[in-house]
């Protein structure tokens, strides 16, 4: 298969052309051929256009590449390695989604002949790729797997907006059904991650990896937002205390904040469910999420109490929220919890304006219900700096205190205006 691949011979396929696929798809077609299938056909046109439809990369990622993008069965049947990325959300209840996965599993069951090797990178929970998607390969291309076809689990670690630790630079955990299979993955694998690969002795072992890396980032993040509440009560900056402590060499530098996006936010839920599956309710990392998911309705709390000592009016309150996007410096907006942050404020009755510059406001309509502002006002009783975009880390005291009113607060989330906001109310978690 490896030689196959090198020679041309054959072709790699990524069923899921996201903020995952679509750079894994490209860094192997600088080396293979490659098909990358997605079901949207729109964004397939874009990205036969050289377009990024996440926004994470520029039309010059797409030189040099052999690639064909494709919405069509019978164009992914001519590839022989298959890799899925798609996503693996949770739904209104927080119970996984596993809907774009089996899916995702359907159409390779359609396409799999003998001899081909198929490799998940969705995040799932432990079992998922052997228990819940290979059996629907097997039913549907009436293959077995090892006797006839080849099975493994490579997590994704694709961090969007991250240009340093790229697809290349990232230490790739690969995982096979059997000696064989492992050997080979890592090899194609090994094609376009410089940093080498790890191997895992199994694939359950490789899906919990993956799990507990982000599981371990919530509960590290849970605790800095529970400390930012307390130590709020005392009258104590969070970010002074986090400076302090962290001069020792061995503390660990997490920060507060809102906790959105598809992994952090998402992941840890998938490994609580199986947990319950198995009859072990989850304690610690449930604990960690009810803070987590909870930090929206503490945020607008806070400036709700803010605008009744200093205002009364709560009803002819205004309120900017700066940021709408799951992090900084990226478009993605899924998972945003700044979303639950808008819907706290507007449901004590706030006017609400919101603002970012790398967000798309249709899509932010479609997803949440709300626009982005096509101006901003001078008189807003409170600003809330979600995300630290770039373009809002230049801002000084003279600009907030242009947009707001004489006894405003500005409720900067991410510390990033400390010892700099002197006209208005400064807090920070």
């Known amino acids: 298969m490896y030689q196959s691949l090198l020679n041309k011979e054959k072709k790699l396929a990524v069923i899921g052309l996201g903020y995952v696929g679509l750079p894994i798809a490209l860094e192997f077609a600088k080396k293979i051929k490659v098909i990358g299938f997605d079901i949207n056909a729109k964004r397939v046109e874009m990205m036969r256009n050289k377009i990024d439809p996440s926004q994470e990369l520029e039309s010059s990622a797409f030189d040099n590449c052999d690639i064909e993008f494709t919405n069509e069965l019978d164009v992914l049947r001519q590839a022989n390695f298959f890799i899925v990325a798609v996503p693996t959300p949770v739904d209104e209840h927080n119970v996984p989604d596993l809907v774009p996965v089996q899916r995702a599993s ?61 697809l290349a630079k990232i230490i790739k955990v690969v995982s096979g059904c059997d000696a064989e299979s492992l050997e080979v993955i890592a090899k194609v694998y090994e094609l376009v991650v410089t940093a080498g690969v790890h191997k895992a002795s199994t694939i359950k072992v490789a899906e919990a990896a993956k799990i507990i890396e982000n599981t371990q980032r919530d509960l590290n993040i849970a605790l800095m937002n529970e400390l930012s509440i307390i130590f709020d009560k005392m009258n104590i900056n969070t970010y002074e205390v986090l400076e302090a402590a962290g001069t020792k060499w061995n503390f660990l530098k997490f920060q507060p904040g809102l906790v959105g ?78 979303a639950d942050v808008v819907k706290e404020l507007k449901s004590f009755s706030l006017n609400v304006d919101v603002t970012d510059p790398h967000a798309e406001s249709d899509e932010l309509k479609h997803e949440y219900g709300f626009e982005l502002a096509a101006n901003t006002a001078t008189d807003y009783d409170a600003v809330i700096v979600t995300v630290p975009h770039n373009e809002y880390r230049k801002l000084d005291d003279a600009y907030f205190a242009s947009i707001t009113k004489e006894k405003a607060m500005v409720a900067d989330l991410k510390g990033i205006y400390r010892s700099k906001i002197n006209s208005r109310v400064y807090w920070s978690l």
């Open 261 to 338: 996006g598809h992994c952090i936010g998402v992941d840890p839920y998938y490994l609580t469910y199986k947990s319950k599956e198995l009859g072990y309710d989850s304690q610690v990392i449930l604990a960690g999420r009810v803070i987590n998911d909870g930090m929206a309705n503490y945020v607008a709390k806070k400036v709700l109490q803010h605008i009744i000592q200093n205002s009364g009016n709560v009803k002819n309150a205004k309120v900017l929220v700066m940021g709408a996007t799951f992090k900084e410096n990226v478009s993605d907006i899924r998972n945003s919890k700044v």
């Open 106 to 166: 359907e159409t390779i069951g359609k396409v799999v002949k003998k001899g081909d090797y198929v490799v998940y990178e969705s995040t799932v929970y432990p079992g998922c790729t052997e228990e819940d998607c290979l059996p629907i390969i097997e039913k549907l291309s009436g293959l077995n797997n090892i006797t006839d076809f080849k099975l493994g689990y490579s997590p994704e670690r694709i961090n969007p907006g991250d240009k340093e630790h790229t």
